[in-house]
T-cell receptor, first 116, second 114 residues
Framework: DTGVSQNPRHKITKRGQNVTFRCDPI?????LYWYRQTLGQGPEFLTY????????KSRLLSDRFSAERPKGSFSTLEIQRTEQGDSAMYLC??????????????FGPGTRLTVL | SQELEQSPQSLIVQEGKNLTINCTSS?????LYWYKQKYGEGLIFLMM?????EEKSHEKITAKLDEKKQQSSLHITASQPSHAGIYLC??????????????FGQGTILTVHP
């Protein structure tokens, strides 16, 4: 049984560089979510996809952030011109669309981004 | 927007002790999820509650949702060092417009001393 996987697990970059993270959801799940978590806080929603359609984006997702899910399978999250405030754990989750309150989100191990 | 408040923020117990973590919502809870997180890792799903008064158990962990569906509690009986970690409650605001999106509390850090 393959869970949600994320790559890389850790990324250290210099301010101003671009970074891209990848998420592979559980294979039969049509929904995919991105969250960001900073130290001492719970995860905060960034965006979500149903199949290949990006249905919602948080105000946290500035113009420097872009997410894609081109074939409705894996997803990428790109951050352009990284800033030190982007340092966080980026979590991906996936679920099926079983209806309100019934679709449990399963999380990947996260990608920890450090911007120097 | 929905806000979740967890209490306590941190908890240190001796192995074998019982403990309770609370999660209070500013709005009606349509789906309440409990997750556990080890430091630096992803979230592990524990339980989901939907109905007022619902109670679920898994091994030594019991979660309840109150009748008014605005508060949930997570109770651990006879705690073990393996229970240590960060416990997070998350709410599915499916009754509103944010279908499927979870809003999380700030987490409760549990330390269990052997």
């Amino acid at each position: 049984d393959t869970g949600v996987s994320q790559n890389p697990r850790h990324k250290i970059t210099k301010r101003g560089q671009n970074v891209t993270f990848r998420c592979d959801p559980i294979s039969e799940h049509n929904r995919l979510y991105w969250y960001r978590q900073t130290l001492g806080q719970g995860p905060e929603f960034l965006t979500y996809f149903q199949n290949e359609a990006q249905l919602e984006k948080s105000r946290l997702l500035s113009d420097r952030f872009s997410a894609e899910r081109p074939k409705g399978s894996f997803s990428t999250l790109e951050i352009q011109r990284t800033e030190q405030g982007d340092s966080a754990m980026y979590l991906c989750a996936s679920s099926s669309s079983g209806g309100p309150g019934t679709d449990t989100q399963y999380f990947g191990p996260g990608t920890r981004l450090t911007v120097l | 927007s929905q806000e979740l408040e967890q209490s306590p923020q941190s908890l240190i117990v001796q192995e074998g002790k019982n403990l309770t973590i609370n999660c209070t919502s500013s709005k009606t809870l349509y789906g309440l999820y409990w997750y556990k997180q080890k430091y630096g890792e992803g979230l592990i799903f524990l339980m989901m509650l939907q109905k007022g008064g619902e109670e679920k158990s898994h091994e030594k962990i019991t979660a309840k949702l109150d009748e008014k569906k605005q508060q949930s509690s997570l109770h651990i009986t006879a705690s073990q060092p393996s229970h240590a970690g960060i416990y997070l409650c998350g709410a599915d605001n499916a009754g509103g417009t944010s279908y499927g999106k979870l809003t999380f509390g700030q987490g409760t850090i549990l330390t269990v001393h052997p």
